[in-house]
């Protein structure tokens, strides 16, 4: 838990000397197993985070996870909501604050708009203890996801991925094209 109060994802990434053996291109990295890369157990379908993207407060977005599969099993699964604050905790202009319901598992999920666009990536919940200490309540469905314009940097500066970056779509979507979309990019990360 940080200083905000938030529950941050387990996973540390480690910035490798080749561009291939970054986290967001496929090797991912466990402070828990010290060093050693973690299975992933679907390699990720669709492309880099589009750019350009300014979503509003009361867009719908959803996300595409495997949480608490010990207790949900290893099917993946949605949840949808709406961008409910475009800065996060303490006013972080990085994050939106989203009220997608997330749990473990869904971290380092793509967030998507209706038009399948990816937006941003889920990353921190609200800690019930924190918030229960400061206001006596406890919080629902308030998360967060890091804004996806704050990766395109990095992911513009890598040129096999350069190459994939997608335009923002604006077109008309079934949602549960959106839906299909968003769970071939969906990954599963086991620790052993």
């Not at 990295?29 to 407060?57: D, I, W, Y």
């Not at 473990?104 to 200490?133: R, W």
């Not at 967060?144 to 990095?154: E, H, I, P, Q």
Request: charged share 15%; aromatic share 6%; glycine share 10%.
């Amino acid at each position: 838990m940080d200083q905000a109060g938030l529950w941050r994802s387990s996973a540390t990434f480690y910035q490798k000397s080749k561009p291939a053996e970054h986290p967001l291109l496929g090797l991912i990295l466990n402070k828990k197993s010290g060093n050693s890369p973690v299975k992933l157990t679907h390699l990720c379908e669709s492309g880099p985070p589009a750019g350009g993207l300014c979503p509003e407060m009361g867009s719908t977005v959803a996300t595409v996870g495997f949480p608490n599969i010990g207790l949900q099993g290893f099917a993946p699964k949605l949840t949808k909501g709406e961008i409910a604050s475009l800065s996060g905790a303490q006013d972080d202009p990085r994050y939106f604050q989203i009220s997608v319901p997330v749990q473990p598992g869904n971290s380092g999920g793509a967030l998507v708009d209706e038009h399948g666009n990816v937006v941003g990536v889920v990353a921190a919940k609200l800690n019930a203890a924190a918030a229960v200490a400061t206001s006596g309540a406890l919080p629902e469905n308030v998360n967060y996801a890091v804004k996806s314009s704050f990766l395109l940097g990095f992911l513009e500066s890598v040129p096999e991925v350069s190459a994939k970056l997608k335009d923002p779509s604006t077109k008309g979507c079934q949602f549960e094209d959106v839906v299909k979309s968003a769970e071939k990019a969906a990954v599963l990360v086991l620790v052993y």
